[in-house]
């Protein structure tokens, strides 16, 4: 839980030269061996409507140039009250004037 506030806290503080974002986040719980990943699946939800709905900056951005990105968070052990994971994030943003992307 702490990573994912730093995670958090990262996309916070680069709210000055940020730009808007177009991520898929995915949770993965099976190292943990527990049958309730609704937890997990919740998580999941909320981070991808966090990350894609929240207005980063005050400048409008097409559709086409928003950055493209993935995070994947396993999660490694858990427990009632936390749990330990690790994030891996991949991103590409597009590159001005041009149809293609540059990661």
Same mark, same amino acid.
């Given at each position: 839980?702490? #990573?994912? /506030?730093?995670?958090? $806290?990262?996309?916070?503080?680069? @709210?000055?030269?940020? *730009? &808007?974002?177009?991520?898929?986040?995915?949770?993965?719980?099976?190292?943990?061996?527990?049958?309730?990943?609704?937890?997990?699946?919740?998580?999941?939800?909320?981070? #991808?409507? /966090?990350?894609?709905? $929240?207005?980063?900056?005050?400048? @409008?951005?097409?559709? *086409? &140039?928003?950055?493209?990105?993935?995070?994947?968070?396993?999660?490694?052990?858990?427990?009632?009250?936390?749990?330990?994971?690790?994030?891996?994030?991949?991103?590409?943003?597009?590159?001005?004037?041009?149809?293609?992307?540059?990661?």
């Amino acid at each position: 839980m702490r #990573n994912i /506030f730093i995670v958090l $806290t990262f996309f916070i503080a680069i @709210t000055g030269v940020s *730009q &808007e974002l177009n991520c898929k986040v995915i949770v993965n719980a099976e190292l943990t061996g527990n049958e309730n990943f609704s937890i997990f699946k919740t998580l999941e939800k909320q981070l #991808n409507e /966090f990350v894609n709905n $929240t207005k980063w900056t005050d400048k @409008t951005f097409l559709p *086409q &140039e928003r950055i493209d990105c993935s995070m994947v968070i396993t999660i490694n052990n858990y427990s009632s009250e936390s749990f330990q994971a690790t994030l891996q994030v991949q991103s590409s943003r597009p590159v001005y004037g041009s149809s293609y992307n540059t990661p």
